[in-house]
T-cell receptor, first 114, second 114 residues
Framework: DSGVTQTPKHLITATGQRVTLRCSPR?????VYWYQQSLDQGLQFLIQ???????AKGNILERFSAQQFPDLHSELNLSSLELGDSALYFC?????????????FGPGTRLTVT | SQKIEQNSEALNIQEGKTATLTCNYT??????LQWYRQDPGRGPVFLLL?????KEKRKERLKVTFDTTLKQSLFHITASQPADSATYLC?????????????FGKGTMLLVSP
């Protein structure tokens, strides 16, 4: 158990809908990261937050947005969902948010768009 | 374009032998390279991090080498066990002290038979 929690575990929704994925980092970690994993693309970095501020952005679509709240939990919002958004979404956390940090991954949310 | 290549074919070895996994990259200048283990349907688990100015890092039965001239990292598991069977992901980070942009390869599956 990494100490990172993610809810829900599974989510099934229809195209065009909007969903919110939630992540709570390990106790003491200030930085949160979101990743998307699909069979064809592998594990892709979406976005990083540190203590409430956006720090780095990867291949995140404009239809996706995230935020980190004062209690350090984070939410990833996915809107206008398409079939291709079906994937495993992982949240990770680290202590300082730098490139030398090891990242602790949560169990993931499996999103299925029908 | 930037690429991280890991052998897509599964590596099959016998228990007790040394497993060697390869990670090659192009058009990156990573400050850090990390290796993660991922079991099916679960989040990646951090194993080792090596810096660009380090040639080799060890942790118990694990060893990582990093050759920035060849643009290659080798990951070794000595005295392999069936419990080592998993997918191993190589990840590069070009981030800095305040941010991380971890980019993952697609991973190599390792199968250790008794």
């Amino acid at each position: 158990d990494s100490g990172v929690t993610q809810t829900p575990k599974h989510l099934i929704t229809a195209t065009g809908q909007r969903v919110t994925l939630r992540c709570s980092p390990r106790s003491g970690d200030l930085s949160v990261y979101w990743y998307q994993q699909s069979l064809d693309q592998g594990l892709q970095f979406l976005i990083q937050y540190y203590n409430g501020e956006e720090r780095a952005k990867g291949n995140i679509l404009e239809r996706f947005s995230a935020q980190q709240f004062p209690d350090l939990h984070s939410e990833l919002n996915l809107s206008s969902l398409e079939l291709g958004d079906s994937a495993l979404y992982f949240c990770a956390s680290s202590e300082r948010g730098g490139a030398s940090d090891e990242q602790y991954f949560g169990p993931g949310t499996r999103l299925t768009v029908t | 374009s930037q690429k991280i290549e890991q052998n897509s074919e599964a590596l099959n070895i016998q228990e007790g032998k040394t497993a060697t996994l390869t990670c090659n990259y192009t058009n990156y200048s990573p400050a850090y390279l990390q290796w993660y283990r991922q079991d099916p349907g679960r989040g990646p688990v951090f194993l080792l991090l090596i810096r660009e100015n380090e040639k080799e890092k060890r942790k118990e039965r694990l060893k990582v080498t990093f050759d920035t001239t060849l643009k290659q990292s080798l990951f070794h598991i000595t005295a392999s066990q069936p419990a080592d069977s998993a997918t191993y992901l190589c990840a590069l980070d070009q981030g800095g002290s305040g941010y991380s942009t971890l980019t993952f390869g697609k991973g190599t599956m390792l199968l250790v038979s008794p």
